[in-house]
């Protein structure tokens, strides 16, 4: 009996503290225009005193977005249109305090740039803008879609707690040409 309170204990101390550690938020925007599905990302909320210790101490910090396209189809399985994989990384240097920023898309580097400004590493790493997932030749007409992100951190800080692992959101849409 003893061990049976024990654990339901745990289990509701578990539960209780699962919505303060995943406060992070997740914003995707799909857009369509004449040739490509765009998508932008802001994950504001995940630049914190943990991640800015975690760059001061000189460990190489990566944000991955995992991005899919997919279509809805009813009663089925929804089909992969596009996928890509971004990967923003931040490489501190404690001697010249400066950063190097770089971005890489589906493995392949997409842009880098220097700075020392810690404004320019936020929006670096939370921010994603106008990012070309795929042709609009891939969609059809008048079917629903939604673009689903999961954002991983490195390296990882609140490692014990198995609820801290990548955040996961989708935004829905309608290709109407």
């Given at each position: 009996?003893?061990?049976?309170?024990?654990?339901?204990?745990?289990?509701?101390?578990?539960?209780?503290?699962?919505?303060?550690?995943?406060?992070?938020?997740?914003?995707?925007?799909?857009?369509?225009?004449?040739?490509?599905?765009?998508?932008?990302?802001?994950?504001?909320e995940a630049w914190?005193?943990?991640v800015?210790?975690?760059?001061e101490?000189?460990?190489?910090t990566t944000?991955?977005?995992?991005?899919?396209?997919?279509?809805?189809?009813?009663?089925?399985?929804?089909?992969?249109?596009?996928?890509?994989?971004?990967?923003?990384?931040?490489e501190?240097?404690?001697?010249?305090?400066?950063?190097?920023l770089?971005?890489?898309?589906?493995?392949?580097?997409?842009?880098?740039?220097?700075?020392?400004?810690?404004?320019?590493v936020?929006?670096?790493?939370?921010?994603?803008?106008r990012?070309?997932?795929?042709?609009v030749?891939?969609?059809?007409?008048?079917?629903?879609?939604?673009?689903?992100?999961?954002?991983?951190?490195?390296p990882?800080?609140?490692?014990?707690?198995p609820?801290?692992g990548?955040?996961?959101?989708?935004?829905?849409?309608?290709?109407?040409?």
């Open positions: 009996m003893r061990r049976r309170r024990f654990f339901a204990g745990v289990a509701l101390i578990v539960l209780a503290s699962w919505t303060p550690l995943r406060a992070e938020s997740l914003r995707i925007i799909p857009l369509v225009n004449d040739k490509h599905v765009l998508v932008t990302l802001e994950m504001s914190g005193e943990d800015r210790e975690v760059i101490s000189g460990l190489r944000f991955t977005y995992d991005l899919e396209l997919r279509m809805v189809v009813p009663g089925w399985v929804d089909r992969t249109v596009a996928t890509a994989v971004i990967s923003l990384v931040d501190y240097d404690n001697l010249t305090r400066r950063h190097r770089t971005r890489l898309v589906d493995g392949r580097t997409d842009e880098a740039i220097v700075t020392e400004d810690e404004a320019v936020q929006r670096w790493l939370t921010t994603i803008s990012l070309p997932l795929c042709s030749k891939k969609l059809e007409r008048n079917r629903d879609y939604y673009v689903r992100v999961r954002v991983r951190k490195k990882q800080r609140d490692f014990p707690f609820w801290s990548p955040i996961t959101a989708q935004a829905k849409f309608t290709f109407i040409p």
